[in-house]
Every structure is written in C-alpha cells, then in structure tokens.
C-alpha cells in the first residue's frame, strides 16, 4: 500500500509542491486507480529544446505550445527517483508552453 501523504511530502521537499491524491477511473491512458499529480514547469527533458526535431516542430505549431514526449524518462530525475522509490509509475497527461501536469501512480492500477 502506498503512503500518499509521504511522497507529497518527498516531492514538496523537492521543489515540487501542489501535488494532490486522487482516485477513480480517467480517460487518460495509464491513468486509474491511486496516484497524486500535479503542475510542474517544463525542465530537463521536457523542455522544448531537449525534444527531438519533430516533437519541437509540433511544440511550435501547437497553439498553445504543448507537445512534448511524454515518456517517463522525460520527467525531471528527482520525480523519477521518488516514483521508483515507492515503486510507482510517471505518467505526463497535459502540456502547455511553460508547464506540465504529471502524476504519480500505483502500475498495479493502472494499464498502458
């Protein structure tokens, strides 16, 4: 069992805070069960000159700038870290110009 409250904490201590429990059942792929999320900026690999050629050239024609590769191994390290840590998965479901919606979730509840 996960304790959601200790990896808010881990996240707010490292830099990450906002991030907030919620349950159930979403439209979003991979994303269903438990899991905290929320808005990070867009640094390390999610940033628009650190995406490849083509994601760039759809980062600048989108209108409001959100598209990005959202493969986990895109997210910043520290939040992978905790992900690992607590044996979650990363999961990134929306994209603007200056910042991303990510989120942290239990793999045994969720399906890719």
């Not at 490292?14 to 979003?28: C, H, M, R």
């Not at 994303?31 to 390390?44: H, Q």
């Not at 760039?56 to 989108?62: G, K």
């Amino acid at each position: 069992m996960t304790d959601w409250e200790r990896v808010r904490q881990e996240l707010e201590e490292a830099g990450y805070s906002g991030f907030e429990f919620d349950s159930g059942d979403t439209a979003v792929s991979g994303l269903s069960g438990e899991w905290v999320s929320g808005k990070i900026p867009r640094e390390g690999g999610l940033k628009h000159e650190n995406q490849t050629l083509w994601m760039r050239i759809l980062d600048t024609l989108s209108w409001n700038g959100g598209t990005v590769d959202a493969a986990p191994e895109n997210a910043p390290e520290s939040i992978r870290n905790i992900a690992t840590e607590h044996g979650l998965e990363v999961v990134i479901f929306t994209v603007s110009a200056e910042e991303v919606r990510i989120a942290l979730c239990d793999p045994s509840k969720h399906d890719l």
